[in-house]
């Protein structure tokens, strides 16, 4: 839970979306430092729901190499694609196009209507959200040797 804090503020949500999702870890010397949740959604598609990196683990790969993996298990099972929001900028946004991702629609007023405190980065209260989609078929091209997670 303190993993899935770091990308969603409400724990209530989390534990929402908890049960019918499936958590993958990244372990670093059997110590949990990544996590990513995905669950099941309409037309085939699959939610990537959370994703997060421990503060000091971040900013070394682990993140991405997380990301491919789940990618990686979400093709095999022959899911359509990968579907995931976000805000509409910051580091997350630029984390996510890296990997494939291309923006589908724009939810307004996401933040303001389901969190009751505000969401801010660099200053700037995050309102809406960026609904991204990563379509299997389309070409990803990136760097990097993926290693072994346990589901
Ligand atoms: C988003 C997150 C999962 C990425 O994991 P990570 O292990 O840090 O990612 P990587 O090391 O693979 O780096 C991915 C990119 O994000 C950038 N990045 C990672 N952490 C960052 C930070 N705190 N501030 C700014 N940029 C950051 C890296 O510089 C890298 O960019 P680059 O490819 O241009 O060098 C992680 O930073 C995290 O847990 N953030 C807090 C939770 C969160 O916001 N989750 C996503 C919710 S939408």
Same mark, same amino acid.
């Given at each position: 839970?303190?993993?899935?804090?770091?990308?969603?503020?409400?724990?209530?949500?989390?534990?929402?979306?908890?049960?019918?999702?499936?958590?993958?870890?990244?372990?670093?010397?059997?110590?949990?430092?990544?996590?990513?949740?995905?669950?099941?959604?309409?037309?085939?598609? &699959? #939610?990537?729901?959370?994703?997060?990196?421990?503060?000091?683990?971040?900013? @070394?790969?682990? !993140? *991405?190499?997380?990301?491919?993996?789940?990618?990686?298990?979400?093709?095999?099972?022959?899911?359509?694609?990968?579907?995931?929001?976000?805000?509409?900028?910051?580091?997350?946004?630029?984390?996510?196009?890296?990997?494939?991702?291309?923006?589908?629609?724009?939810?307004?007023?996401?933040?303001?209507?389901?969190?009751?405190?505000?969401? &801010? #980065?660099?200053?700037?209260?995050?309102?809406?959200?960026?609904?991204?989609? @990563?379509?299997? !078929? *389309?070409?990803?091209?990136?760097?990097?040797?993926?290693?072994?997670?346990?589901?």
């Amino acid at each position: 839970m303190e993993l899935l804090l770091l990308a969603d503020p409400s724990e209530d949500a989390i534990k929402e979306y908890l049960d019918d999702s499936r958590c993958f870890v990244a372990y670093a010397d059997d110590v949990a430092v990544g996590s990513c949740v995905i669950r099941p959604i309409a037309g085939q598609m &699959v #939610e990537l729901m959370n994703i997060a990196v421990s503060p000091s683990s971040q900013n @070394l790969g682990i !993140g *991405s190499r997380l990301l491919r993996n789940v990618i990686d298990e979400v093709k095999k099972s022959g899911a359509k694609g990968l579907e995931v929001g976000t805000g509409t900028f910051g580091y997350q946004l630029s984390f996510y196009q890296r990997h494939g991702f291309r923006v589908d629609r724009i939810d307004k007023d996401f933040f303001l209507q389901n969190y009751p405190d505000p969401i &801010v #980065e660099d200053g700037i209260q995050h309102k809406d959200m960026l609904r991204l989609t @990563l379509e299997f !078929g *389309s070409v990803v091209q990136i760097g990097g040797i993926p290693r072994c997670l346990e589901n």
